[in-house]
Structures are given as structure tokens and as C-alpha cells.
Nanobody, 122 residues
Framework: QVQLVESGGGLVQAGASLRLSCAAS????????MGWFRQTPGKDREFVGS???????????FYADSVKGRFTISRVNANNTVYLQMVNLKPEDTARYYC????????????WGQGTQVTVSS
């Protein structure tokens, strides 16, 4: 059974940094794409970024324009963990952040975590 558990959220001031973690179990972690999404009440879930499965050339990363240059995704396959490093946080980054995974290299994500709340005050 695949499980994803996010942690690291909290309340911070604008300009601060946070690092979110997502611990995965029940899957061959290095063979899965990992994604981060966020959602605020009344809005659709928004793609934040992703890191591809491990290949001979490494793991490619992709980011939404709204976070490019401020957020960095990384993975430690030995620990089955993916990270979302966020710097220079803005109030508009306030959301519940979700980790997700998929076994295919494209298409919808198959499994989701419960999320962790990030609140950025101005």
C-alpha cells in the first residue's frame, strides 16, 4: 500500500524559508515521479513542481512559473523522501501543500498524501 506523509509546514512571515518533506512507502521510490501541489479553499489544486524518476542522466525537475527561482525540489532515494525547499515565501504561497506520486512518466498522479499547511503572513 502506497503511503505519502508530508511534514514541515507552518506559519512564517513573508520572506522566510521552509522545507517540506514527503516520506514515501509501499513503492519503488526511484522509479516514481514525485510531485508537489498546493490548494487553497475554493480554488483548484495547483501544480507547484515535480521531480522525475531516476534515470541514467539523473532526475529532471519542473516548476510552475509562480515558484520558479524560489522553490527547489530534490529527492533522496535512499530515504524514500522528496523535499520542497521554499525561500522568499510570499503571502500568496499560503496553501495546503500535497505530495503525489505516479508510476508513469506522464498523466495523472496515482497517490496523494494528506497535505501540510503553509501559512505566510505579510
Amino acid at each position: 500500500q502506497v503511503q505519502l506523509v508530508e511534514s514541515g509546514g507552518g506559519l512564517v512571515q513573508a520572506g522566510a524559508s521552509l522545507r517540506l518533506s514527503c516520506a514515501a512507502s509501499g513503492l519503488t521510490f526511484s522509479r516514481n515521479d514525485m510531485g508537489w501541489f498546493r490548494q487553497t479553499p475554493g480554488k483548484d489544486r495547483e501544480f507547484v513542481g515535480s521531480i522525475a524518476r531516476v534515470t541514467w542522466s539523473g532526475s529532471s525537475t519542473f516548476y510552475a512559473d509562480s515558484v520558479k527561482g524560489r522553490f527547489t525540489i530534490s529527492r533522496v532515494n535512499a530515504n524514500n523522501t522528496v523535499y520542497l525547499q521554499m525561500v522568499n515565501l510570499k503571502p500568496e504561497d499560503t496553501a495546503r501543500y500535497y505530495c503525489a506520486t505516479r508510476g508513469a512518466s506522464s498523466g495523472p498522479y496515482d497517490y496523494w498524501g494528506q497535505g501540510t499547511q503553509v501559512t505566510v503572513s505579510s
